[in-house]
């Protein structure tokens, strides 16, 4: 597991500064740009945002396509038979 969160999420008044949250991944570079936003109303616990980096593989689409309709399958039922 790489742990993500390395500032403080939660800053009190008189308290020394602490990380509550964090952000687990099973893969280096899997989250970018980790940002500290201001805490929600009157919390004294930061909003993180994050960008989580993602790909999606391609592949090659066929054009065909079967049809299933037109299929013989009293032909087929036939030949399972045999």
Same mark, same amino acid.
């Given at each position: 597991?790489?742990?993500?969160?390395?500032?403080?999420?939660?800053?009190?008044?008189?308290?020394?500064?602490?990380?509550?949250?964090?952000?687990? %991944?099973?893969?280096?570079?899997?989250?970018?740009?980790?940002?500290?936003?201001?805490?929600?109303? /009157?919390? *004294?616990?930061? @909003?993180?945002?994050?960008?989580?980096?993602?790909?999606?593989? %391609?592949?090659?689409?066929?054009?065909?396509?079967?049809?299933?309709?037109?299929?013989?399958?009293? /032909?087929? *039922?036939?030949? @399972?038979?045999?």
């Amino acid at each position: 597991m790489i742990q993500n969160i390395h500032e403080p999420t939660r800053v009190c008044e008189g308290n020394s500064p602490s990380i509550l949250y964090y952000v687990f %991944t099973d893969e280096e570079n899997l989250i970018d740009d980790i940002q500290d936003e201001v805490p929600f109303g /009157k919390s *004294d616990h930061v @909003c993180l945002t994050w960008d989580v980096v993602i790909s999606k593989s %391609t592949s090659p689409q066929s054009d065909s396509k079967l049809n299933f309709w037109k299929g013989d399958y009293e /032909k087929i *039922d036939r030949a @399972c038979r045999l």
